[in-house]
Nanobody, 125 residues
Framework: QVQLVESGGGLVQAGGSLRLSCAAS????????MGWFRQAPGKEREFVAA????????YFADSVKGRFTISRDNAKNPVYLQMNSLKPEDTAVYYC??????????????????WGQGTQVTVSS
């Protein structure tokens, strides 16, 4: 079982930056991928980014490439989603998620078995 706690959402103007954090509970020796998804009102939950257990591999949605980065120092530290050059269309509830395994390119929400509570990100124009 992996428990996830997100933090760092808020309100920012277009062009600004925010950093989200996701802390995972310890107590497992299994490798797991950490990912971020988002869901805007009236829309389906969509993949944003993911990072492998070691932090050596990352994967991004086309809509955020070049603007967002995902990082982790090691498996015991939080995962960070650094969001730069934010746009109003980035407004959504952002969810941290985890799945057993090592490949970060699984981008469908159904592959992820553990979810955080979500944090709101609002980008004003």
């Amino acid at each position: 079982q992996v428990q996830l706690v997100e933090s760092g959402g808020g309100l920012v103007q277009a062009g600004g930056s925010l950093r989200l954090s996701c802390a995972a509970s310890e107590g497992t020796s299994r490798s797991y991928v950490m990912g971020w998804f988002r869901q805007a009102p009236g829309k389906e939950r969509e993949f944003v980014a993911a990072i492998s257990w070691s932090g050596g591999s990352t994967y991004f949605a086309d809509s955020v490439k070049g603007r967002f980065t995902i990082s982790r120092d090691n498996a015991k530290n939080p995962v960070y989603l650094q969001m730069n050059s934010l746009k109003p269309e980035d407004t959504a509830v952002y969810y941290c998620a985890a799945r057993w395994g090592t490949d970060p390119t699984y981008s469908l929400a159904r592959f992820y078995g553990f979810w955080g509570q979500g944090t709101q990100v609002t980008v004003s124009s």
